[in-house]
């Protein structure tokens, strides 16, 4: 059963910056794309941004401008670079990995908190 791991959130000012990496614990085979949700609380799941096989990038319009999702393939990684952080940003970010037919993978979560 491949595995997600997140790491990387954490507590931050308004104005600063976090990076998450999420490792897969194997190699995915027939990836479509990779990505990072959020969701706070009382609000559903959102997307944030998603990264495909030829590194065509997805971001939420909140996030543009912000944030930059990159990935490591020799080792099953994805990162979420995060700058500018307001609060509005605070949330569970979660890790997802879409695989062709109909797989799908999430990591535990970890949190971001970001303080006025």
């Known amino acids: 059963q491949v595995q997600l791991v997140e790491s990387g959130g954490g507590s931050v000012q308004a104005g600063g910056s976090l990076g998450l990496s999420c490792a897969a614990s194997?190699?995915?085979?027939?990836?479509?794309?990779m990505g990072w949700y959020r969701q706070a609380p009382g609000m559903q799941r959102e997307l944030v941004a998603q990264?495909?096989?030829?590194?065509?990038?997805n971001y939420a319009d909140s996030v543009k401008g912000r944030f930059t999702i990159s990935r490591d393939n020799a080792k099953n990684t994805v990162y979420l670079e995060m700058n500018s952080l307001k609060p509005e940003d605070t949330a569970v970010y979660f890790c997802?990995?879409?695989?062709?037919?109909?797989?799908?993978?999430w990591g535990q979560g970890t949190q971001v908190t970001v303080s006025e």
């Open positions: 990264i495909f096989n030829d590194d065509s990038t």
């Open positions: 194997e190699t995915i085979l027939s990836v479509d794309n």
């Open positions: 997802n990995v879409a695989a062709f037919p109909h797989f799908e993978y």
